[in-house]
């Protein structure tokens, strides 16, 4: 039986051991098959099944002549090796195999059931063997390419090297990628040209040495590929891809640019080569932490990030890493912004605020001085036309009264505004401590300071909805709603009873205080207007600069005020006060 391939068998007809015998008949990749039978054709496929089944349901010896080719015959005998409750397993012994011609078809049999087109030649080009796969990507007929030069198959401007390239292979036949780092193309019959990637595979059979190619048709990746490269060409942003190792292989026009570097300069060179030289120790160690857990991020997100030039100088730059999955494997593509522009914008800006922010002060301290200075002579001059008004009150008629009267208010209406624009400098000048604030609470104070007004102008103010407290300082929130209150008393619409109504409501980021009467109203293209300094309505009196004075007061408390208004049917003023619930819950413990 030393000539015999013998093979042990489970009940699903796997392969559990073979003989030395076995393997050269039929190769180590008989365990890759599920029967034996595989490797026969026709009613001899069909009769070691049967004989099989026969064995495994009966328990009994089975022998059988079957066909190994078209002139050979073999015998098979199928022996019931164990026969327990727990394993069966089956002996089978083949006697009378031709080991030469089962190589071919073992070859054969491989070849045409690979997934890869697959092409064998021999030492003169010569194709002695192809599947349909190869056929099929080519473009030729079944058994058409079989005894043609694989020349054929080589585009025409490849074709002279491609002799020394194949006895260069023969030479020193080991397994390898062809064209390694090179686009290869492949022709098929039609002329037209296709990109492939091969993978060539020494074999000996007898004395004879041949060569397998490996075959992928890639036309479908070059198009994902071709696409890719334009989408980054047409980025207006630099854009570089690299891949696991940080090799460069993609790179577009804007990176070249940035970096200084000729058109394809880029390719193939390691991304190391564009950081700087302290940093690169730790690049290799973040470049692979990123492909450990791919996700599309800001690189060096908190730090200054710079790239180094061609030439050796480096340029700020801003990074979005994005990882991508092809078929060829995990690649990252860098989108890289130059910011030296936005640096010097924002260096300029910060100079120019800066200075603006020292003008402000020199102006605010100008208006509290001019507010300080003036106060003291208009004082004088109000005392001292009073007491001319007094002493000469027998001696002036009533035109002489009424300008006496005349100068005594503008001197008045001077020590408001002076007085109004001394505040408001205090305000911009001065630091706030912010509590938690009853709203309501500090209202009564206000109300009783203005309760002449009030009763004057028979006014009813309401506090119902008034139930939530702000993070506030009370000085200048009492300041806002005197403000916000007389305003309302001012603008009143004669023809009815003026209402006044204060509430609060909680936005969870804000608390806002709205101040809301059925006033005259007042038309929409003054809404902005009425903020500003020494804007006030053609009506009523004032300095104009109470709701300038309010809007300071909330811009200090990091808010803001708004205006809701229509002619005739009343105002709305809506002090928006941030909400900070840890500080609150500090104030109240």
């Not at 393997?23 to 070691?48: P, Q, R, V, Y």
């Not at 990074?319 to 494997?329: D, E, K």
């Not at 102006?363 to 001019?370: A, D, G, H």
Request: charged share 25%; hydrophobic share 40%; glycine share 6%.
């Amino acid at each position: 039986m030393k000539d015999d391939a013998i093979i042990l068998l489970d009940t699903k007809g796997r392969v559990l051991q073979q003989n030395a015998v076995a393997d050269d008949c039929f190769g180590k990749a008989l365990k890759n098959f599920n029967l034996i039978s595989e490797f026969f054709h026709g009613s001899a496929k069909e009769k070691i099944n049967q004989s099989f089944d026969k064995c495994l349901t009966t328990k009994e010896d089975i022998k059988i002549e079957v066909d190994y080719s078209s002139d050979s015959l073999v015998n098979i005998s199928f022996n019931v090796l164990c026969n327990s409750a727990d394993a069966v397993t089956i002996l089978v012994v083949i006697h009378g195999l031709n080991n030469e011609y089962h190589h071919q078809e073992l070859l054969s049999l491989i070849v045409e059931q690979a997934p890869n087109a697959l092409i064998m030649t021999d030492e003169d080009g010569t194709i002695v063997l192809s599947n349909a796969q190869a056929e099929s990507l080519f473009g030729y007929e079944e058994g058409e390419l079989l005894g043609t030069s694989v020349h054929s198959l080589v585009p025409e401007d490849s074709r002279k090297i491609h002799p020394q390239m194949r006895k260069q292979f023969f030479d020193n036949p080991v397994p390898r990628a062809m064209g390694a780092g090179r686009d290869l193309k492949g022709q098929r019959k039609d002329g037209k040209a296709i990109p492939v990637e091969i993978g060539l595979n020494p074999i000996k059979i007898r004395d004879r040495q041949l060569v397998v190619a490996s075959i992928v048709d890639v036309s479908h990746r070059q198009k994902e590929q071709d696409q890719l490269r334009l989408i980054i060409e047409q980025a207006p942003n630099a854009l570089i891809m690299t891949d696991v190792s940080g090799i460069i292989v993609l790179a577009n026009t804007q990176a070249e640019n940035l970096f200084g570097y000729g058109p394809k300069e880029l390719l193939g060179m390691s991304v190391d080569n564009l950081v700087p030289q302290k940093y690169r120790p730790e690049h290799s160690s973040v470049q692979k932490q990123f492909f450990e857990k791919p996700t599309t991020r800001a690189m060096g997100k908190g730090r200054d990030l710079n790239g180094v030039r061609k030439d050796g100088t480096e340029v700020p730059v801003e990074i979005g890493l994005n990882p991508i999955h092809t078929q060829s494997g995990m690649f990252v593509v860098a989108s890289i912004l130059d910011i030296r522009e936005r640096l010097l914008i924002q260096k300029n800006l910060e100079s120019l605020n800066s200075k603006l922010t020292q003008k402000n002060q020199e102006m605010e301290q100008f208006v509290y001085t001019v507010s300080h200075d003036l106060k003291s002579p208009l004082v004088t001059i109000g005392g001292f036309t009073k007491q001319l008004q007094q002493q000469l009150k027998d001696m002036l008629d009533d035109r002489q009264c009424h300008r006496f009267e005349r100068i005594s208010a503008n001197v008045k209406h001077m020590e408001d505004l002076l007085l109004d624009l001394l505040n408001l400098s205090r305000i911009i000048r001065q630091d706030i401590e912010k509590v938690k604030a009853d709203v309501k609470h500090l209202a009564m104070p206000v109300i009783h300071s203005i309760e002449s007004m009030l009763e004057d102008a028979k006014v009813v103010v309401n506090f119902d909805d008034c139930v939530h407290p702000v993070l506030a300082n009370e000085r200048l929130l009492s300041q806002c709603l005197q403000n916000l209150l007389t305003n309302s008393i001012k603008y009143r619409d004669d023809s009815r009873p003026l209402v006044i109504n204060v509430c609060t409501e909680d936005l969870g980021h804000e608390v806002v205080v709205k101040v809301i009467d059925n006033g005259m109203g007042i038309e929409e293209k003054y809404h902005d207007k009425i903020f500003r300094m020494f804007e006030r309505l053609d009506i009523g009196e004032g300095t104009g600069v109470g709701l300038a004075i309010v809007k300071a007061i909330m811009e200090k408390h990091n808010g803001s005020v708004q205006l809701q208004s229509r002619y005739g049917e009343g105002s709305c003023f809506s002090l928006h006060f941030p909400s900070k619930s840890e500080e609150l819950d500090n104030e109240s413990s």
